[in-house]
């Protein structure tokens, strides 16, 4: 089987309109593939003014603003007819779906009508944010809902075997693959570092910047990491917080990080020389199925402190890269940080051994997972 017998069709829930974790592998993946000469129709909610230029083709999904105050992120409206005609001409023999929202479910329902096999992507932990706006309740029928979307497809391809794990204890029988990520080691090194630039934000050269990297968003764990900071404050341990990201949070945010220095959002080499900048990398999300940020911060040199959850576990050895904590064990967290602030020797081996181990974190290989198990599911419908 060549690259050109397939042709993928991926849905997607936010290819390019705001930026995340999730679409910058999609289009990574999309460019590898049409380098490798497949076919590939990209089919999602589109912008206006879009945060970056996509790979490929983007056929518009009409979409509405995501309910609750989350209006950044859109959600498609189905498969309606243009979109629907669209993808029959493309005439695809895969379907690749990225996100369990409605736009995914009518995907895979016309592939299971057309008989073409479905590759569905796990890219986050849609079951735990619930409990970040107050709708804890409605958990159960959110883990139900996963469970049917991913056993209707042929393939589930996850980023860690912890989520893999995850995907398992939801109940979900379909075979599952590994689709690891990696990190632009040209732009996340340790000699991005810049002590110039940290001064422009007010932090001096002997202060511990502790790191805070991604959306600002409740379900990244903000509330926990303020709680951390305000128990170091209350133990005197001296340390600088660094902000790197933007969201609908940042006010909120703020208010309970009076010192913190927010730096904002950074893109390209500005990105890497702010990760690289930090001294700790503090990462209390339980939503990740491998973490970008921690993965960044490894390969720039930086000791995380994070969640002992999906993703995480499978990057951080313990000790070692870094510490692992119980998700909401704010004394442990501060402890651990402690310990980096106190100990200038211990966070420069935990640095470095973070960034030998970031180094097998490879685009190339992990794109390459996606095409494997693309034929693999094809050779399996065909025989």
Do not use: C
Not at 29 to 35: A, H, M, R, Y
Not at 328 to 347: E, F, G, N
Not at 362 to 370: E, F, H, I, L, P
């Amino acid at each position: 089987m060549t690259p050109t017998d397939l042709r993928v069709a991926l849905f997607s829930g936010n290819y390019n309109y705001t930026r995340d974790g999730a679409n910058q592998a999609q289009n990574l993946l999309v460019g590898s593939l049409l380098d490798a000469g497949v076919p590939v129709r990209v089919y999602s909610p589109t912008a206006p003014i879009p945060a970056f230029q996509a790979r490929g083709d983007v056929v518009d999904v009409p979409s509405v603003p995501f309910p609750g105050g989350r209006g950044e992120y859109r959600l498609g409206r189905g498969l309606p007819a243009r979109p629907r005609r669209d993808l029959e001409a493309f005439a695809p023999t895969l379907v690749h779906v990225s996100s369990p929202e409605f736009t995914g479910h009518a995907a895979v329902t016309w592939a299971r009508t057309h008989g073409v096999p479905v590759v569905a992507a796990v890219h986050t932990r849609f079951e735990t944010y619930f409990q970040y706006y107050g709708l804890k309740l409605i958990q159960p029928g959110i883990r139900a809902i996963l469970r049917r979307f991913y056993d209707r497809a042929d393939r589930v391809i996850v980023p860690t075997p912890s989520v893999a794990e995850t995907i398992r204890e939801l109940g979900v029988a379909t075979p599952i693959s590994l689709w690891p990520r990696g990190v632009n080691h040209q732009r996340f090194r340790p000699e991005a570092r810049s002590l110039q630039w940290r001064r422009s934000l007010g932090i001096a050269d002997d202060e511990v910047a502790v790191g805070f990297l991604g959306r600002l968003v409740l379900e990244k764990g903000l509330g926990i990491f303020a709680e951390v900071i305000a128990a170091l404050r209350a133990r005197g341990v001296k340390h600088r917080v660094l902000v790197v990201g933007k969201g609908p949070a940042e006010e909120w945010f703020a208010k309970q990080t009076p010192e913190a220095a927010f730096a904002g959002f950074q893109t390209g080499d500005d990105l890497g020389r702010a990760v690289a900048s930090m001294d700790v990398l503090f990462n209390p999300s339980v939503t990740e199925t491998w973490g970008q940020v921690t993965s960044e911060a490894m390969a720039a040199g930086v000791p995380v402190v994070a969640a002992r959850a999906t993703g995480a576990v499978d990057l951080l050895e313990e000790g070692v890269s870094g510490f692992l904590v119980s998700p909401r064990d704010v004394a442990a967290y501060a402890d651990a940080i402690a310990r980096l602030v106190a100990d200038p020797a211990l966070r420069a081996r935990m640095g470095a051994a973070a960034n030998a181990r970031a180094a097998t974190f490879r685009w190339d290989t992990a794109n390459a997972a996606v095409l494997r198990a693309y034929r693999e599911v094809l050779a399996s419908r065909q025989s």
